[in-house]
């Protein structure tokens, strides 16, 4: 696999297999940080804004083989955000009791001692609270990564070419270079 065409050149376009590809080692990749600020320490999360550009590159070219604008992959991240919120919500007291009891005690302390004193608290306890609600934002994290890939993936390809290159060859595009 091409990793320089599929992870750091928006250009071009790509096949649902390859594009399947690339999401997987990009989601082992975010999967490894998100450990990592779980387990090390809560200021490691900032490493997941390195993949930002590769994730634009994967999903704008699968959106172009659709014949569509890579702008479009705004779209799928506010998908992904919304799911993920949503499964995040949803899944915590039951995947990590501990951490909502702490998200239920910071709630209380907003209402009574004001959003400044609940934010001090949270700070205070957040190396705490990542590591308890790890197993909460992995799941969602996988689920909502699988929702949003999917989507991308089932996009029919363009069949003639288009601004942004020669029709992929079911699945034997520019980065598939197993054959």
């Not at 071009?12 to 594009?19: K, S, T």
């Not at 490691?44 to 804004?49: E, F, N, P, S, V």
């Not at 083989?65 to 899944?91: E, V």
């Not at 308890?132 to 996988?142: E, K, N």
Request: with cysteine.
């Amino acid at each position: 696999m091409d990793y320089r065409f599929l992870f750091f050149q928006p250009q071009g376009r790509l096949a649902p297999l390859p594009f399947a590809r690339g999401l997987i080692l990009l989601t082992g990749a975010l999967m490894i940080v998100t450990l990592l600020a779980a387990i090390a320490s809560p200021s490691l999360g900032i490493l997941q804004y390195t993949l930002i550009f590769p994730y634009l590159c994967l999903f704008g070219k699968r959106l172009h083989d659709a014949g569509l604008s890579a702008w479009l992959w705004l779209a799928f991240l506010a998908g992904f955000g919304f799911f993920n919120m949503f499964l995040s919500a949803f899944l915590l007291p039951v995947l990590s009791p501990d951490a909502y009891a702490i998200q239920l005690e910071v709630q209380k302390l907003m209402e009574t001692g004001g959003f400044t004193a609940a934010f001090e608290a949270l700070a205070e306890r957040a190396p705490e609270y990542a590591r308890l609600a790890a197993v909460t934002t992995i799941a969602a994290f996988l689920v909502s990564s699988a929702l949003s890939g999917f989507a991308a993936y089932r996009m029919r390809s363009d069949p003639n070419p288009n601004r942004h290159g020669p029709p992929t060859q079911g699945g034997r595009g520019p980065a598939a270079t197993f054959s």
